[in-house]
């Protein structure tokens, strides 16, 4: 993890911006071909379709017209497993999609590390979901992991800290972290609430061991690299759509898609975007403007999914 992470990670640009730097309706890059067809689509979720438990303004809407058009949904959040979140959104009224098109962070940090080392032993921080996937893959093995694994949610305490720290110095496990954000959102009874991330987690053991984490979540490429595998698309034929110009409109860009920021989530109308980051080919307020943005380039119910060679 680069230092540089954990500031654009809960980074939020000064409010009160001149009314001519705030945008109301679809922009596109300079020189991007923003008129190509729209083959393949990369869904973040939390402040995109949802806040809470409760579905965004258009989330129905916009999922019942790319129902015909090849999409997945990746998230950082490593916390609930595919099967978790597919009923997530069915109890809030969106459709129910199958376990196979959500990819978490934690399914991609499983991915990875058996690449690395196939039948990898673990030690993890985290809840549920991030164990379930590291148990898939590979085993538990707390006093010779090959690998320490800081996801998010309940669960570290000083003597998981210690443990892991000493797999890391006296054992040379690898420290590996499900994704780099230092903050999340939540709601709990109602109301709002911030939850440290994977990234805020991750810090006290990287700054322990003076080591720095594998990063796997947003905005590096291997989850928006499986995705694309999942689809059988190429990254230039597929537009992601997050909420957070740091990790989904970052690390899109980065791989060569094309990128669409709705302000949902973490980042809001009134803002500044931010200067070191590169500005997406679409950035709406919402995802009723999204969809009339994007509607030209979308498949008409007649019409069958392009071939994605």
């Not at 993890?1 to 001149?18: E, K, V």
């Not at 609930?80 to 962070?105: D, K, Y």
């Not at 989530?265 to 995802?287: K, N, S, Y």
């Amino acid at each position: 993890m680069r230092p540089g992470y954990w500031r654009l990670s809960q980074r939020r640009a000064p409010s009160g911006a001149h009314p001519s730097t705030r945008i109301a309706s679809i922009t596109a890059r300079k020189g991007e071909p923003r008129h190509r067809s729209i083959r393949g689509l990369l869904l973040d979720m939390d402040g995109v379709l949802y806040h809470g438990d409760a579905p965004l303004p258009g989330a129905l809407e916009f999922l019942q017209r790319i129902a015909g058009l090849p999409h997945v949904f990746v998230t950082n959040n490593p916390r609930r497993t595919p099967e978790e979140v597919a009923a997530r959104l069915a109890a809030m009224g969106l459709p129910r999609p199958e376990p196979s098109l959500i990819l978490t962070s934690a399914i991609a940090t499983a991915e990875r590390l058996a690449l690395e080392k196939p039948g990898f032993s673990w030690f993890a921080i985290g809840e549920g979901g991030l164990e379930a996937e590291l148990s898939r893959l590979g085993e538990r093995d707390p006093e010779a992991a090959d690998f320490v694994v800081v996801g998010e949610g309940p669960g570290i305490d000083f003597e998981r800290l210690t443990l892991a720290i000493n797999l890391v110095l006296q054992r040379g496990a690898r420290l590996v972290v499900t994704n780099p954000d230092t903050s999340v959102d939540d709601t709990h009874d109602g109301r709002h609430r911030v939850l440290p991330g994977g990234g805020a987690l991750v810090a006290p053991i990287a700054v322990a061991c003076g080591v720095e984490p594998l990063v796997i979540g947003k905005p590096e490429p291997a989850l928006f690299e499986m995705a694309c595998r999942r689809l059988g698309l190429a990254p230039a034929h597929c537009v992601m759509i997050g909420d957070r110009p740091d990790t989904d409109i970052a690390g899109a860009l980065r791989l060569g898609m094309r990128a669409a920021l709705v302000r949902t989530g973490r980042f809001r109308p009134d803002e500044d975007w931010p200067e070191a980051l590169p500005r997406p080919q679409w950035d709406l307020p919402d995802l009723p403007g999204l969809l009339h943005a994007l509607e030209p380039l979308l498949p008409t119910s007649d019409q069958r999914p392009p071939d994605p060679r």
